[in-house]
């Protein structure tokens, strides 16, 4: 009941309009029921059998407020042992939180709980982190996106808070007879893709949007495809944040490369009277990619008439703290099922930082094809690709890597202490063992100056004038 209410309020029909409610009770505390289970429905015009959340596709949006505790009864009905990661957030790493050493059972329950971080609003999403299995529970449907507010959303003076705020949970697919294609062997070498995008679950959604302001929290689900996302109309696409940070402020680019599990909040200032369509274009990854068959990934049609105007914000995250130096460096390469040359093993630690300090890893693809790195509960500040400075500063999850790229990235190992892992996020090669595990060690006294909210500096080109 008070969970039915809490999603009703969330998402009014499609596109996943966020208006939360909160359930009466314990003040700061939400409580859901989660359930993965096999589910037959309509998709692409045919009856289908898909492992998915609560029998949604993608699975219900979480949303929580800064400081809100999730309590989180999850029950495994699928027929086989899973879990549940919560990708992005600065989370404790173990326990009940986001903790992916876990195993559930099938027709086992298990209540997650963890409080969302303040200062940490945005954009993030959960999917199946149990070793060697995510990838085919990702394909088969397990995924759904997290949207933590905060201030901006709440501040009536703040653009962001009367934008139409649209969570859109993309991924691809392919269809065979009554399932998503089962995987071939090269699907575990090259990462499954299909041809078919869905955004929130259907192909080519059209939208009228509710403000002339659009929001829309983009989150690359697919389990391999990089989406080279761009507006039909040639006009600049405003990215507020990555991967669930705000940056400084709005910055625009003509493109928006989207590698899988990578994050954008895209700021549309919708035209009077013309609709704006997000297309793919075809991005190849060193290996041959399915031609998406879709003609657009979504159109907003534009707001009633009597909408007011909202502006593009000048000012987002604002101006942050100059960057610490880091204190150790480290090179991790990346190549075919290995993470610095050895693959996944259960219980071995690979790398320990200490806790309180700051460390800068060069990240090196020697593989083929691309590769990314995704690391969990500690985010990064990218600082360099192949040897040019990173184009406007961001604090990033996952990085995407093309052959021979080196990128350079410095962690500061603050907040959270705790075993993790990091790994390549194309999903079948995290399963196939390139994946590591990262212990930073008890909490130190922090003494450094600078706080896990202090290491962007401001982008290149701010969005306006
Ligand atoms: Cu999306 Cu290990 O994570
Ligand atoms: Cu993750
Ligand atoms: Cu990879």
Known sequence: MRRREFLAGLVAGMGAVLAPRRPAGEPGLVELALEARPVRRRLLGRDVELWLYDGRLP????????GETLRLAFTNRLPEPTN??????????GGRADNIFLEIPPGERFVYEWT?????????????HRHGLIATQMWRGLAGGIVVRGPHERDPDSELARADDRLVVLRDLELAGDRPAPHAPHDWHAGKEGPWLLADGKVAPVWRARARLVRLRLVNAANARTLRLARADGRPLAIAALDGHLLPAPVEVEELELAAAQRADVLIRMPRDAAVTLVARPRHRGVPTPRLRNPFVLRLLPPPADVPDVPLPRVLAGPPSPPAAPVRRRTLTLAMFTLDGRRYRHGRVDIRPRAGTVERWRVVNVGTMDHSFHLHTWFFRPVARNGRPWPFDCRLDTVDLRP??????DIPFVRETGRTVYHCHVAEHGDRGMMGTIEVGPALPWSGPVSSDAICAFPRRAAGR
């Open 59 to 66: 699975g219900p949006p979480l949303v929580l407020e800064e």
């Open 84 to 93: 549940l990661h919560f990708h992005g957030l600065r989370i404790p790493p």
């Open 404 to 409: 021979g790229d080196v990128v350079e990235l």
């Open 116 to 128: 969302a971080p303040v200062g940490e609003a945005g954009t993030y999403w959960y999917h199946p």
